[in-house]
């Protein structure tokens, strides 16, 4: 399933499933009630406990995703928080060196690149080569510091390749696309309930429209509700970059 729909506002998602699943209402009320194969359609006519199991397995689908979304956003805090007190942590350790003017040029070129280039791609669902070439020139001044305590240089070297860990977390959350599946399944189990909630209702046209209809309208509200925090850092309640704007300006300081 195409997912450019999911980078809408919220506000603009709502509309497209809407539109999407009246397409999907209109066309099949017609094919049951006012299409040539409607008297076909009668002599298969389902019992409404179809309905019930096809829309309970719609249900579980949408609580599943839900849940693996909200793994997700938790994911995506976590990452955040921990390179953001990585960086601080060799900050702190760079401000006691006195050979350290490299390391915090090189700690404000990784934050300013994941600031300002870096988190607005993130919600396009993609990463920087910026950020990622200030983060390669950052290990390397780590691995290159002269005049430290070895103590003091291998903690440093931990913190910094605890950054790039929480970097790649951070990265693989937005750019990773396999829960696509999920949402064509979940789109596939939408359109068969309505399906079922018509061949439930095919004596009158006006109950099958209303039973089509209304599981419609359930379907958006599920879906939007959903879609709105399929990416962790869009949406209306996103993952921040506060915490990674407060490291640069400490940096700036």
């Avoid at 280039?117 to 510091?145: C, D, H, Q, Y």
Wanted: one cysteine or more; charged letters at 15%.
């Amino acid at each position: 399933m195409f997912r450019f729909w999911l980078h809408f506002h919220p506000l603009l998602v709502l509309p497209v499933l809407i539109f999407i699943f009246s397409v999907s209402g209109g066309f099949i009320h017609w094919l049951q009630c006012h299409s040539p194969f409607r008297e076909s359609f009668r002599k298969y006519a389902l019992a409404p406990q179809i309905f019930a199991t096809t829309s309970t397995l719609f249900a579980l689908f949408a609580g599943f995703l839900l849940a693996n979304l909200v793994a997700q956003k938790n994911a995506a805090l976590q990452a955040v928080e921990t390179e953001t007190t990585a960086l601080l942590a060799l900050e702190v350790i760079a401000g006691r060196e006195s050979e350290s003017d490299a390391l915090r040029e090189a700690l404000r070129a990784y934050a300013e690149a994941v600031v300002t280039i870096e988190w607005p791609l993130m919600l396009k669902e993609k990463s920087s080569p910026e950020a990622g070439r200030a983060l390669l020139a950052l290990i390397e001044t780590v691995r290159n510091l002269e005049g430290v305590p070895s103590s003091i240089h291998g903690q440093m070297v931990s913190l910094v390749w605890r950054i790039a860990d929480a970097r790649s977390d951070r990265i693989a959350i937005v750019t990773t696309h396999s829960i696509q599946i999920a949402w064509t399944g979940l789109f596939l189990l939408g359109f068969l309930s309505q399906f079922a909630g018509g061949m439930a209702h095919l004596e009158r046209w006006q109950p099958n429209a209303a039973a089509i209809a209304v599981f419609g309208a359930a379907a958006v509200i599920a879906l939007w509700l959903i879609a709105i925090q399929d990416n962790p850092f869009r949406g209306p309640f996103p993952v921040s970059a506060a915490p990674m704007e407060n490291v640069l300006g400490a940096f700036e300081e």
